[in-house]
């Protein structure tokens, strides 16, 4: 593994769902650390198309099902996150405990307002689906920053507790979506849920910075 160190700066477009799943999808979707930890708060599915990386370009599709007490402290998790490259991958569990899965992903423009986004994997030696959904974007632009929904995450990999604060800026354009298909077996179902708001933000720069890393004790 070629080892690519936080902190990174990655730019390009993608998608920002916003939802409040409310506490019992968000225990359901909880990794075990957080089971039955769930309060109040914002979720949000994002679907990344990042064209420069420190690892190079791939593509994210992510759920963050809620917010959880973790101890003193409120925070979010990434539950399931699918990306395109292995460096990723890796390299994604190894800086900040994101428990990172291999996929395929096909972002394919409608015209210069719509984009239609398949993700699938490889299982048992054939190709199935993950997610697929049809985006249509609006014409207004507005300024879009992490400071005004911030998403501090904890992780747990490899007996280690990852803290990581991700800070961002773009410019964003209200979406609609269509089409949306999911396999269950493979990422949570959206369909029951109606986002608040689908900002498509293009382009944006992100910056993930090394995370706080503590041992666990078991």
Known sequence: MTDYPAPWTLRGYGYILLYRFGTSFANQQAPEFLTD?????????????????????????????????YHQEKKHTISKIYVSSQASVENGRKNWGIPKELAQFNFEPQSDKSEKVTVTKRNNGESSPIFEASFKTGPIPFPVSTRLLPFPLIQHWDNKAFRTTFSGTGTGRFATMTDLNINENFFPDLGRFKPLAIIKVDPFAITFPAAKINKLTR
């Open 37 to 69: 930890h769930a309060i109040p708060g914002f979720g949000s599915v994002m679907l990344v198309n990042y064209q420069t990386s420190d690892c190079g370009p791939y593509g994210e599709l992510l759920v963050i099902p809620g917010k959880y007490q």
